[in-house]
């Protein structure tokens, strides 16, 4: 059975149970030295420790950033124009284009669906022509709040 929590020992103090990826974050964070020691939780009455990067790569993990993300960061990630983000929120905005331009596809979904859903209930019953009219003040909160895309880049 593989260990899913560990205590720590941080200079003579034992803290936990924590989670091992929750260990991992630390460490990738430097809040917590690969060298520390950590025990299966299960195993604490007759404990057997073991550092936190022994525990890491047991489990086939490691303390990387890159560890972190199931997908490769994009390095030096071109930076998106403010005033194609913001003609795209006036024109398109509705559709959430601007969203999806800034790699906010969640965003971009709930508003193309709020949109077609609004207008195509509206037709049988007319107060649905609210939500279109709420998305419209969600495009334009988003065209004075948004200054960065998904990947925390500034816009130009």
């Known amino acids: 059975m593989i260990p899913q929590e560990y205590y720590v ?3 003579g103090e ?3 149970p924590y989670a091992l990826r929750t260990l991992q974050q ?3 964070k430097n809040r917590l030295e690969m ?11 007759n ?3 073991v550092t936190l990067e022994e525990a890491l790569r047991d ?3 490691s303390a990387t950033v890159a560890s972190l993300y199931p997908h490769p960061v994009p390095q030096n990630k071109a930076q998106l124009s ?6 795209l929120a006036l024109f398109l905005g509705g559709f959430g284009i601007h969203n999806y331009y800034a790699g906010y596809s969640k965003q971009g979904s709930l508003q193309l669906a709020g949109t077609l859903l609004g ?7 007319p107060v649905f022509i609210l939500l279109p009219a709420c998305v419209g003040v969600w495009v334009l909160i988003d065209i004075f709040s948004t200054d960065k895309d998904a990947q925390g880049v500034a816009f130009k």
Do not use: Q, S
């Open 9 to 11: 020992d941080e200079m």
């Open 14 to 16: 034992i803290t936990g």
């Open 26 to 28: 630390l460490a990738i």
């Open 35 to 45: 060298m520390t020691m950590v025990c299966p939780a299960e195993k604490i009455n």
């Open 47 to 49: 404990p057997e420790w």
């Open 59 to 61: 489990h086939g993990l």
């Open 82 to 87: 403010r005033v194609v983000y913001i003609l």
């Open 119 to 125: 207008w195509a209930l509206a037709v049988v019953f």
